[in-house]
């Protein structure tokens, strides 16, 4: 049984978000197991649009380490509960795939072409490389903005940016927008054992 505590007050729900970003940048795994252990329930991508053809800007291409206008596959959709066709929107994800740095099998690939399963599942053992996880809105990047809110209830709380890393190779530039409805129903689990301990302070 899953136990509910819900989040009454805005400034609860922003320390749980803030709570969330601190794990991001601390623990390299991938963003759809992280909320699945916060929301205590498996996932499923829900695509917002048809996968599209995208071409890499310069800095998106340096933080691939590919060339400049190399091809991948930009990515949009939502995290929503595995069961059920009405739960909430938690997340919203624009990922830039370079699909054959996935080095997928066929099922694999048909997997992803389906478009239901997140990418963080698709790649075994792949770690994330956080950029910034914050309870501000980031800068907009015009080349990899994202998504805007389709439903009133896509209240943004979190926003994140990654690379996600298979065998230490970059295969996807990720941004995360995580709703503030991910914040308010179930009290999140006590996720201080999976931090880096802080370092004794010295005292002079």
């Known amino acids: 049984m899953i136990n509910s505590v819900t989040a009454d007050h805005a400034d609860e729900a922003g320390a749980r978000a803030e709570t969330m970003a601190r794990f991001l940048r601390d623990v390299p795994v991938p963003f759809t197991r992280v909320l699945s252990l916060w929301v205590g329930y498996r996932l499923r991508r829900d695509p917002r649009q048809p996968d599209a053809r995208h071409h890499l800007t310069p800095r998106q291409a340096h933080l691939?380490?590919?060339p400049p206008h190399t091809a991948v596959t930009r990515r949009e959709g939502y995290l929503v509960p595995h069961l059920g066709d009405h739960g909430p929107r938690l997340a919203a994800i624009t990922a830039l795939v370079h699909q054959r740095g996935l080095e997928l099998d066929e099922?694999?690939?048909?997997e992803l072409a389906r478009g239901y399963t997140p990418l963080g599942m698709l790649v075994t053992g792949a770690h994330r490389a956080t950029h910034y996880a914050s309870t501000t809105r980031a800068p907009d990047d015009p080349d990899f903005a994202d998504p805007l809110p389709d439903d009133p209830d896509d209240v943004p709380a979190l926003w994140c940016q990654a690379t996600l890393l298979s065998a230490g190779r970059p295969?996807?530039?990720?941004r995360e927008t995580v709703y503030r409805v991910a914040f308010?129903?179930?009290?999140?689990p006590d996720?201080?054992?999976y931090l880096t301990p802080a370092p004794p302070r010295l005292v002079s």
């Not at 295969?171 to 990720?174: G, S």
């Not at 308010?184 to 999140?188: E, H, I, K």
Request: overall charge positive.
């Open 64 to 66: 691939l380490g590919l």
């Open 184 to 188: 308010t129903g179930r009290r999140p």
């Open 171 to 174: 295969v996807a530039l990720v």
């Open 191 to 193: 996720l201080t054992a």
């Open 107 to 110: 099922p694999g690939r048909d």
